[in-house]
């Protein structure tokens, strides 16, 4: 055997459980209805909320930019400076987000990785939701605090947490998702605050998901509960429903100081490309003008939702347009996935370990730039393949 024969029977391992999958290819922009294979299908597994991706204004603006400074920022920011486009993007983000300052990453991960290292030493503490996405616990794992995993939105089991070890730690920060990515559901941002506040804790919201998405004009969760100036970090991506590419962190102006000296994706990682920058400053223009993004984005998710439920698929406890069909079985769902697929509707499979053994779900991400058409042409899909495999 090879000195990688290891990963060999590793991916032989995959295949005989059903869970190996091999990457399509998409042959164009990244849409409600995309060219897959060669094969058109609808699109149900893209992040692309608002359909800003595609938008003429953001393919304007990069191609003006492109132009201007040419496709890459040459180097790290704090070694070559900022570019005034990545000064403009991050004072619209702050009047946008209603915060002091923002601080733009090269993604929403590096801002995880960056954001929380910096923040937290050895003598601090780190609470985290049992079901954080991966980025926070990478992050947490290159800090040099002590962690602690509370029951996923227990709010109980955090108050717990904090009577037994507040006095221990010099700061303890809490941090959460705010809507968490495999089950559409809402953290408790309410009752996290007001139970910092009765401990003296720190706050730190991830926003991937709820940015563009929630609050006034796609402010996003902590707009949505009326939070604005209590939570002290919140991380925002602007890949998604932003449609770019790059993540931020919004705060205090004091945090932005220190992250530009601590922050190592900031580092030692080159800036965001002039192109992004500039689509995503006019992607927050176009938040900041009108919120028939958002609405056509909830109009389509409530109505979707609605079907799949009519149907009688299990949609878990989804608050939002993300919407996990719940299979279990983890080859069960990479079928369902898969003839879902042949049947031209495009529907990732998500499977351990992104979700726990046994909690396979087809996660269905929907878009403003669905028609309705696209949706009842999947409904009917999914009617028929959940009928074929007696899942409904």
């Known amino acids: ?119 937290v030493s050895k003598e601090d503490l780190i609470l985290s939701d049992e079901l954080n996405h991966a980025s926070i616990i990478d992050g947490i794992r290159l800090s040099r605090a002590d962690k602690a995993i509370y029951r996923h939105s227990d709010m109980e089991h955090l108050e717990a947490i904090l009577k037994e070890k507040r006095s221990l730690y010099r700061n303890v920060l809490i941090i959460t998702d705010g809507v968490f990515s495999m089950d559409g559901d809402l953290a408790k941002l309410p009752e996290i605050v007001s139970i910092a506040k009765k401990y003296d804790c720190l706050t730190y ?26 939570i002290d970090f919140i991380i925002g991506t602007l890949s998604k429903a932003i449609g770019v590419i790059g993540g931020y962190v919004a705060s205090k102006q004091v945090v932005k100081e220190w992250l530009l000296h601590r922050a190592r994706p900031l580092l030692f990682s080159t800036a965001l490309p002039p192109a992004a920058t500039a689509a995503t400053i006019e992607a927050v223009k176009i938040l900041m003008e009108s919120e028939k993004y958002t609405h056509k984005l909830w109009d389509n998710a409530k109505h979707f939702k609605a079907g799949l439920t009519k149907l009688g698929f299990d949609i878990g406890k989804s608050e939002t347009p993300i919407t996990p069909v719940m299979i279990g079985e983890e080859a069960k769902t990479m079928e369902f996935s ?20 046994g909690a396979g779900r087809c996660r269905v991400m929907i878009s403003a730039s669905h028609t309705q058409e696209d949706l009842d042409f999947a409904l009917r899909a999914f009617e028929k393949v959940g009928k074929k495999l007696k899942i409904i």
Do not use: W
């Open 205 to 230: 919201v991830d926003d991937a998901h709820g940015s563009g998405v929630l609050g006034r004009g796609g402010r996003g969760t902590v707009d949505h509960f009326g939070l604005n100036g209590e």
């Open 1 to 119: 055997m090879s000195k990688l024969g290891f990963i060999q029977e590793n991916i032989e391992g995959l295949k005989a459980e059903g869970t190996y999958r091999k990457l399509p290819v998409n042959f164009g922009p990244c849409t409600n209805v995309i060219n897959l294979n060669g094969h058109k299908v609808v699109n149900l597994s893209s992040n692309n909320y608002l359909g800003l991706a595609n938008h003429p204004r953001l393919l304007k603006a990069a191609v003006s930019a492109t132009e201007k400074y040419g496709v890459g920022a040459g180097s790290v920011r704090t070694i070559v400076g900022n570019q005034d486009l990545l000064e403009e993007l991050e004072v619209i983000l702050a009047k946008f987000k209603e915060e002091e300052a923002v601080t733009c990453f090269q993604s929403g991960l590096n801002c995880n990785i960056g954001t929380i290292q910096a923040i």
């Open 338 to 357: 898969r003839i879902l697929l042949e049947e031209g509707v495009f529907v990732s499979g998500i499977v351990f370990p992104t979700v726990p053994q």
